[in-house]
């Protein structure tokens, strides 16, 4: 189903099936001999969702071949990638100080409770009110507890969360650690650069962001996403995932922060590959995230 301006979801469906997707994903890696990545409570939480494929997937209950056990090495390699990137900046910020950190469209996100936070930091996440239900539902079911100070803000983006962000006791004047992971092409365009209004306008000098640029990211791979999703629909999964992202011209992340005051950085996902030694996959269905690129910027 194509998406809408006033389109909603759960865990199960839509664009919330992704966060399902990428936990399950997050599962796998964290079980790997080599693991680079350790999510104690991502097998827990995709359980609790009840997605049969991917519950089956992280219980090793389901064998895939051929084109489908490509695709799921591909999105669980890339993920522990992901993951680990994000884990790293979030880290780093800490160590830098930063006290205050903002996980948008934070899904199934754990790191509220398996991150290291520094002591006395707070950790908001904003997501669909009926994402952020289930997920908090799911970790008190399974025992989990915070490593930070977590205050939900369950607000759908497209409203004025920035005011509802303030009301969940966000202080604008303290330097903020931002995150916008796997999100950005689930926006339009203009809801992009609305995005990164509102995160400039709420982020004092020293507050930092991390999020993903896609360049090649169009109808191309929208047809291989809708191919991987037409192949998953055999297994029980019926989401079309090549439907939920927004395509057309959009301005570059870097670019557009640049120009309103942040100090940018980026490097390719390959290099990120190679600096956690990972070998980036050399496959057709990888082939149109090779140029994708890890952006992180600090506010000046």
Do not use: C
């Not at 999105?75 to 800490?94: E, K, N, Y």
């Not at 996440?125 to 490593?147: F, L, N, R, Y």
């Amino acid at each position: 189903m194509a998406r809408t301006d006033t389109d909603s979801w759960d865990l199960a469906s839509s664009v919330g099936a992704t966060a399902t997707m990428v936990a399950a994903a997050r599962a796998i890696a964290s079980a790997e001999p080599d693991a680079l990545i350790d999510d104690p409570y991502a097998a827990a939480l995709v359980r609790e969702v009840g997605v049969d494929f991917f519950t089956k997937l992280v219980d090793g209950e389901l064998t895939l071949s051929g084109d489908d056990a490509e695709s799921a090495e591909l999105m669980t390699s890339v993920m522990a990638v992901r993951t680990r990137f994000f884990d790293d900046f979030f880290l780093t910020a800490g160590e830098a100080g930063v006290r205050q950190a903002v996980i948008l469209a934070s899904g199934l996100d754990s790191r509220a409770y398996r991150l290291p936070w520094p002591a006395g930091t707070v950790v908001y996440e904003i997501d669909q009110p009926q994402v952020i239900g289930a997920k908090t539902a799911a970790m008190e079911k399974i025992g989990a507890t915070a490593s930070a100070i977590r205050r939900t803000v369950a607000i759908d983006l497209r409203e004025d969360w920035p005011a509802a962000l303030r009301a969940a006791g966000f202080d604008p004047a303290l330097p903020t650690a931002w995150s916008a992971e796997g999100l950005l092409a689930y926006l339009p365009p203009e809801a992009q650069d609305r995005l990164f209004d509102n995160i400039t306008a709420l982020s004092a000098p020293g507050s930092r962001l991390a999020t993903e640029f896609h360049p090649d990211f169009g109808a191309a791979v929208q047809q291989r996403t809708q191919a991987v999703a037409d192949r998953w629909r055999q297994h029980g999964f019926d989401v079309d995932l090549g439907s939920l992202w927004y395509t057309g011209d959009r301005n570059s992340p870097i670019d557009y922060l640049a120009g309103t005051g942040w100090s940018v950085s980026s490097r390719p996902r390959t290099e990120l590959f190679d600096e956690y030694g990972r070998v980036f996959p050399d496959t057709a269905d990888a082939a149109p995230q090779r140029n994708s690129l890890a952006v992180t910027a600090i506010r000046k």
